[in-house]
């Protein structure tokens, strides 16, 4: 199982950025898939869900009418669209299928800063 987070970067309050993540080594159009942050000092959150067709989603609260998750099963990858960016959802962010497999990857750093 390889997943291969991208996308990340500084970005300013108010703004948008486009995660994506590519993943290898297992079956993808067969798992849901999930994206977690872990900003500094904290434990890593569950952020969004998606099933392994695409046509259910969930949100947690705090980014709920935010984010949007989404996959293209063809390419084997789930994107986390990111709007609305506050300070407080600077982290790491990392996707991981569901139900679980393999090792987290490197993740990708989000932050929103003025």
């Known amino acids: 199982v390889q997943l291969v987070e991208s996308g990340g970067g500084l970005v300013q309050p108010g703004g948008s950025l486009r995660l994506s993540c590519a993943a290898s080594?297992?079956?993808?159009?067969?798992?849901?898939m999930r994206w977690y942050r872990q900003a500094s000092g904290k434990e890593r959150e569950l952020v969004a869900h998606?099933?392994?067709?695409?046509?259910?989603?969930s949100y947690a609260d705090s980014v709920k009418g935010r984010f949007t998750i989404s996959r293209d099963n063809a390419k084997n990858t789930v994107y986390l669209q990111m709007n609305s960016l506050k300070p407080e959802d600077t982290a790491v962010y990392y996707c991981?299928?569901?139900?679980?497999?393999?090792?987290w990857g490197q993740g990708t750093q989000v932050t929103v800063s003025s």
């Open positions: 991981k299928p569901f139900p679980a497999l393999g090792y």
């Open positions: 080594g297992f079956t993808f159009s067969t798992y849901g």
């Open positions: 998606i099933s392994s067709s695409g046509g259910m989603t």
